[in-house]
């Protein structure tokens, strides 16, 4: 006998749900300056390499992995303040356990630095919030009144800078689902909350910033798996949460050099972005006051995208001219403004073998990492 419509209808919501649930990354919370002490003791082992790397493309820890394949680097795991909010908007963020909380007078006091021309900008991150806010301006305005969501969130600055461009409503998609209070204007939703609203089919973002977020996933920094193709299955993530026509304004490290900075980031060269944004079609990108239309294609127009390294160490590496001094690599951050097609369907598929698989590397014990189940 034929299924039910009801009953069909409830299958494909579980099928529709375990796309999405697939693709993400299970999370083990988050709190400042936390170190998992085994990090220091971990290592990788070579194939694992080769595939963060991408078959050797790319730099591991600033060593070229085919010459140096038992390169090591053993570092903490710290979550810095500067990253995530300025001095005065991290003393008033309080934490429900794990959760950050967004209330009233934290949004007020981002109300007060906008009135008094401040900046939204972490420290780590100068003139970020000022890029966001142009990217919008530029190449956003048509949708400025449609649904907006921000992926991976501590304070709510992105939020605020949407806020600042005329959005009415921001929800925030984060592992560690922030707690709001007061705040009519920001929705949250967890990981088991976004995939039940995609299985539901209550999900369509006309616009979706990700601001430093994809770099980190699947290094295990915040006690995610380690996955090398971590970051490409948040993409399709968003890939499957965002309308046709809609607009991601994504940031990561980009550099002329790809590198991997185990665990802490990425720096995303020519060889991993193409890969990454493939599906999209990038109408244009934003950095330090400056925009640039089109896309990979204008990757050296001023300012360029992919900037050559003065020094492999990460450090002192890129001129900011707003600044008048250096920042290291990971802080050249441009905004890239990337649009998914009108006529996409669900599929995003990649050429980076295993990209969308669901079964990444699950545990590692120390200086003995298990095999990935591909």
């Not at 981002?110 to 780590?124: A, K, N, W």
């Not at 790809?258 to 109408?283: D, K």
Request: with cysteine.
């Amino acid at each position: 006998a034929a299924a039910s419509p009801t009953a069909a209808m409830a299958e494909l919501a579980v099928y529709k749900s375990v796309e999405l649930f697939g693709n993400q990354r299970p999370w083990s919370g988050i709190t400042f300056k936390n170190v998992y002490p085994r990090w220091v003791e971990l290592g990788l082992a070579y194939p694992h390499k080769m595939q963060f790397t991408l078959d050797g493309a790319m730099l591991w820890n600033n060593a070229p992995l085919i010459m140096n394949p038992e390169h090591k680097n053993n570092v903490d795991g710290k979550t810095y303040a500067d990253q995530v909010a300025s001095k005065k908007i991290f003393r008033m963020l309080s934490f429900d356990g794990t959760r950050p909380v967004w209330d009233k007078p934290l949004m007020d006091e981002y109300d007060r630095i906008r009135q008094s021309g401040e900046t939204f900008s972490c420290p780590h991150y100068p003139h970020s919030a000022e890029d966001i806010l142009l990217a919008c301006k530029t190449f956003a305005n048509t949708i400025k009144g449609g649904e907006w969501a921000v992926w991976s969130s501590i304070s709510p600055w992105v939020e605020a800078t949407l806020l600042q461009f005329g959005v009415k409503e921001v929800t925030t998609v984060d592992y560690n689902e922030p707690k709001v209070v007061g705040v009519p204007q920001l929705k949250t939703f967890g990981q088991a909350g976004i995939a039940k609203a995609y299985a539901d089919g209550k999900i369509g973002f006309d616009g979706i910033v990700s601001f430093s977020g994809l770099e980190h996933d699947g290094l295990g920094r915040y006690g995610d798996p380690v996955n090398p193709f971590g970051d490409f299955s948040a993409m399709r993530e968003i890939w499957l949460c965002l309308k046709p026509g809609g607009l991601l304004l994504l940031a990561v490290p980009t550099a002329a050099q790809g590198n991997i900075q185990f665990p802490f980031h990425r720096i995303y060269g020519p060889e991993r972005v193409r890969p990454l944004i493939e599906c999209y079609e990038m109408i244009g990108r934003v950095w330090d006051g400056k925009s640039v239309e089109g896309g990979l294609e204008k990757s050296n127009v001023d300012p360029p995208l992919f900037v050559t390294l003065s020094s492999l160490n990460d450090t002192g590496t890129i001129f900011d001219a707003r600044l008048g001094k250096k920042l290291e690599s990971w802080q050249h951050q441009h905004v890239l403004v990337l649009r998914k097609p009108f006529n996409a369907g669900s599929e995003c598929p990649l050429n980076v073998r295993g990209a969308w698989s669901s079964s990444p590397v699950e545990s590692y014990e120390t200086n003995n990492m298990k095999g990935n189940k591909r």
